[in-house]
């Protein structure tokens, strides 16, 4: 056997292994891959049916073909909007502080493995803290406040995680040309870091909020109703000062409630009603984390080092 | 070369990363309107030395001065622990190795100096970057496209970008740290043209391993090596007749 038959064997063997990572790894992925779709596609043929105009416009009832996710869709969007409101400007400052401005030293390695440790904190937990502080201490009652206030708690560490991570992909040469110019560690943040870290800070806030509008567990602790057969009031009015904060007072439900509730009943017709439900939930997870994609895509575009 | 001022004298600098010390007990002058080159082989602290005139070193914990960088006219020691860095730094510029543009636009990338300084008016924000970037020899390549993001340009174009910002804010001494070692030899003749031409209005320090490079810009020279300054004088006489065995070693290509 001459040099080149030998060297081909050996290629040959060695290239045995990525035939076979190739196939476990396809396999891994189609498990996945294939429960979601399962699923997805089990919950729209129960749910799709019962999916038209009035299910989106209708108050839940007694009644399953006439109840519909009105108050579930209108409470999960406004919880999403406190939650928002409240989980980005804390989780992005805690990032940007830990990332420029902390010392490292071991109080910071301390908040670190704190806020690592926070993130894996079973939701229910996160419950139980906000039905004692928010709800009684604090006197904010069942309220779209006390549940956007929890889920932002819930998903801080990931709003942290995401920003730390953003900053750190900045290269360092970026922060020396803006110290060398003579910049303040503020302006540095405020004229670099941010913006060049939004893309990814976006993502993660994004997929934070996916994980939050399924959250079903904390919501209940602290006392979401289930059955709601009314609208928070609105945040516009006709009159000055035009602008009310009256929703974030009122009682609520989400969609992952109104679902359980619909599950927990016997009749079969309630439980294509929380098949419907699951699927307008999936979809809204699944925009949120397509939007996620789009707006990294597109910022990212104007960023290159 | 009548007519010399001293625009910084360093002082019996020494410096540590921690416990390592990276410079000992340097001393030498730096002179106005004139370019002096800092040369030596890989880690002799060239570089080092060179950000210890903008206090680049306070960016990083555990870093450590001593001596002084007196910076004339008004004496006042650059190093000392009641100086800001940041006044510091709004007084000497800086250029990086590799060239570092902002994400931004063109126009930003020069005009961000001046508005870290607060100047927002848009008629004088306009007359400096176009003077920064004439005087970075980019204005006419870049006058049409100014909004345009700086990555667009060329790696010499992008350099040259980073000259003009430094520039814009009229700095007393320009620092230039290794500014053409990631440039093609077109865009470091370009590089090294505009050095040439900057030194008519601001003093010029610059790192290079490069020693045709400092022959050809230079006025002065500063061989350094493990952290000491071995030799300096003028250009013309390091390179042709140097005093010490080591430099001339080191610029023969014996050893480096």
């Known amino acids: 056997m001459n040099r080149i038959d030998e060297i081909r064997v050996l290629i040959a063997r ?10 476990c790894g396809v396999i891994a992925l189609m498990i996945g891959i294939l429960t979601f779709v399962t699923l997805f596609v089990d919950m729209a043929i129960d749910g799709l049916p019962r999916l038209s105009w009035d299910f989106f416009t209708s108050f839940p009832s007694r009644r399953p073909e006439q109840a519909g996710i009105l108050s579930a869709w209108v409470g999960s969007t406004l919880v999403m909007v406190a939650t928002a409101f409240f989980a980005v400007p804390l989780g992005v400052a805690a990032g940007i502080y830990l990332e420029e401005y902390a010392a490292k030293n071991w109080v910071t390695d301390v908040i670190e493995i704190n806020i690592t440790n926070l993130a894996g904190v079973p939701s229910i937990i996160y419950g139980l803290l906000a039905l004692g502080l928010f709800v009684y201490t604090f006197g904010l009652g069942q309220s779209i406040l006390s549940a956007g206030l929890t889920l932002a708690l819930l998903i801080l560490p990931v709003v942290i995680v995401a920003t730390r991570e953003a900053i ?16 303040t560690q503020w302006q540095l ?15 993660g806030v994004i997929i934070g909020m996916a994980r939050a509008i399924g ?32 929703w974030l007072f009122s009682p609520f439900t989400v969609m992952p409630i109104q679902m359980f509730n619909w599950t927990s009943r ?16 999936v979809l809204m997870t699944l925009a949120m984390n397509g939007l996620a994609i789009w707006l990294r895509y597109r910022l990212r575009k104007k960023i290159k080092w | 070369m009548v007519n010399t001022q001293t625009k910084a004298e360093v002082k019996s600098l020494s410096f540590y ?5 990276a410079l000992k007990n340097i001393s030498m002058p730096v002179y106005d309107k004139r370019v002096t080159a800092l040369i030596g082989p890989s880690g002799c602290g060239k570089s080092t030395f060179l950000r210890s005139f903008n206090r680049m070193h306070d960016l990083y914990p555990g870093n450590r001065y001593e001596g002084e960088i007196r910076l004339y006219p008004d004496d006042v020691n650059v190093l000392a622990a009641g ?14 190795q590799k060239p570092n543009p902002f994400p931004k636009s063109i126009y930003e990338n020069v005009a961000y100096g001046l508005r870290v300084r607060g100047e927002s008016r848009r008629v004088t924000l306009n007359d400096k970057v176009e003077e920064a970037l004439r005087s970075a020899a980019l204005w006419e390549e870049v006058k049409d496209r100014l909004q345009e993001p700086a990555f667009n340009l060329s790696g010499g174009q992008q350099q040259r970008l980073c000259i003009a910002r430094a ?9 230039f740290d290794e500014p053409t070692s990631a440039l093609d030899p077109i865009a470091t003749a370009s590089i090294e043209e505009l050095i040439h031409d900057l030194k008519t209005k601001v003093t010029i320090v610059i790192v290079t391993h490069n020693m045709q490079q400092a022959a050809r810009v230079s006025d002065y020279t500063a061989y350094m090596y493990l952290g000491e300054l071995i030799e300096y004088g003028v250009t013309d006489e390091i390179f042709i007749k140097p005093r010490k065995k080591q430099t001339e070693d080191y610029i023969t290509g014996r050893f480096g």
Not at chain 1, 168 to 183: C, D, F, N, T, V
Not at chain 1, 221 to 232: D, E, V, W
């Open chain 1, 14 to 23: 060695r290239k045995r292994w990525d035939t076979a990572f190739l196939v």
């Open chain 1, 266 to 281: 016997p009749e079969a017709a309630f439980h294509q009603n929380a098949a419907a439900a699951g699927f307008v939930l």
């Open chain 2, 167 to 175: 520039l814009a804010t009229d700095p007393e001494i320009l620092l």
């Open chain 1, 168 to 183: 750190r992909s900045i290269p360092q040469g970026i922060r020396e040309g803006a110290y060398a110019l003579g910049a």
């Open chain 2, 17 to 21: 990363y921690g416990d390592f010390n």
């Open chain 1, 189 to 203: 943040c405020r004229d670099h870091v941010v913006p060049y870290s939004m893309p990814g800070i976006l993502t």
């Open chain 2, 83 to 96: 100086v800001d860095p940041i006044e510091v730094r709004m007084r000497i510029s800086m250029v990086f």
């Open chain 1, 215 to 246: 959250e079903t567990a904390p919501i209940i602790t602290i006392g979401a109703l289930t059955f709601i057969a009314f609208l928070p009031p609105p945040p516009v009015q006709p009159e000055p000062p035009f602008i009310s904060f009256e």
